[in-house]
């Protein structure tokens, strides 16, 4: 593996390469996973709850949501569910089962360590009650006995009679022993604090119905700590295409999975896209020509560094385009600056 991208450095094997060669199968032979996918809402991604809302013990609605869990068509399923049912514990409780002591308990039901609970940060906001709805789990990185999954996630909190909308991202580290795949830490998004008045060019991402911004990426966006040429890659692929954005800064590993090089998502200076045109990434029934197109459209939009479940010949430079493990599931989207 070669030091270029931002991928990880011993990937699992040559499967995210394969996965167009045997798209056709895996499609044949369906998906296995726990739960299907709710439609999609009308201006959020598919994996958002209905908009109907569901009474809490108070009165005070709070949006109904469903179970994330992932297909076979995955790298290894059981790391992600492992990661996404810890987050969907702690980002969710009725009410008068707030408390650090209840989550906790919940933690500890899983056989995870209690200490998670003081990493869950903003995935543990002061409320009477919250739901969560995991929009997203993508991999920032997975070797053969390490991971880390990017859970991109919505929540809602009732404060009384009031009902809040938020969400992050939480980055979920793992560790693969004897009896499985373990939870070792939790790192949530800290995107920071939003300018008083955004550039043209973010205000204009904001306003687009065809890039779906999840919470924390909205908030990366707001503190005008993304670089100018992500937003402008965004602003002309979505001439073209709807995009799913996962990630843009924070919630992202500060270095590539399983190296010491920075990676340039911290930095403000990437982003990825795991939905085209309400198409899953990962899915095998997703059209690998629509893939490669908007792999090949994201480096004419300037990227030196596309990633992405096919490996593209080409490239304006060398290595511009890469495949691997990691990169299976999304579109990675970087820039030098």
């Known amino acids: 593996m070669t030091d270029w991208h931002d991928s990880v450095a011993r990937p699992v094997g040559r499967r995210a390469v394969l996965l167009g060669m045997a798209g056709a199968l895996l499609g044949a032979a369906g998906c296995t996973g726990a739960a299907r996918e709710p439609k999609p809402a009308a201006s959020d991604s598919p994996a958002s709850p209905s908009p109907t809302a569901s009474p809490s013990s108070t009165g ?18 059981e790391v992600k569910r492992r990661a996404v049912e810890l ?34 940060g903003p ?51 793992l560790a693969r022993s004897r009896t499985g795949w373990t939870v070792t830490a939790l790192h949530p998004a800290r995107p920071g604090a939003p300018e008083a008045s955004p550039p043209a060019g973010v205000r204009r991402v904001l306003a687009d119905s065809r890039i779906v911004l999840p919470p924390a990426a909205l908030a990366d966006l707001r503190s005008g700590q993304v670089h100018d040429s992500v937003v402008t890659a965004m602003l002309r692929l979505a001439g073209t295409y709807r995009m799913y954005v996962s990630v843009v800064r924070s919630g992202h590993p500060l270095d590539v999975f399983g190296t010491s090089r920075p990676s340039d998502h911290p930095r403000g200076r990437a982003f990825d896209v795991w939905r085209i045109d309400g198409h899953a990434v990962v899915d095998p029934a997703t059209s690998r020509s629509l893939v490669e197109r908007f792999m090949r459209d994201a480096a004419a939009a300037g990227s030196y560094n596309v990633g992405g479940p096919v490996l593209l010949s080409g490239g304006s430079t060398p290595n511009q385009f890469f495949s691997d493990a990691t990169h299976h599931d999304h579109v990675h989207i970087g820039f030098r600056a």
């Open 87 to 120: 987050v969907e514990a702690l980002g969710a409780w009725p009410s008068g089962r707030g408390g650090a002591s209840a989550a906790r308990a919940g933690v500890a039901a899983q056989g995870l360590p209690t200490a998670l609970v003081a990493q869950a």
């Open 123 to 173: 995935l543990r906001p002061a409320a009477d009650e919250a739901v969560v709805q995991v929009v997203n789990a993508q991999y920032g990185g997975i070797l053969a006995d390490s991971a880390s999954v990017l859970v991109v996630c919505r929540q809602w909190t009732r404060h009384g009679g009031a009902v809040r909308a938020g969400g992050t991202t939480v980055d979920v580290r």
């Open 60 to 77: 005070a609605p709070l949006p109904r949501t469903t179970p994330w869990r992932p297909t076979s068509a995955e790298i290894h399923p």
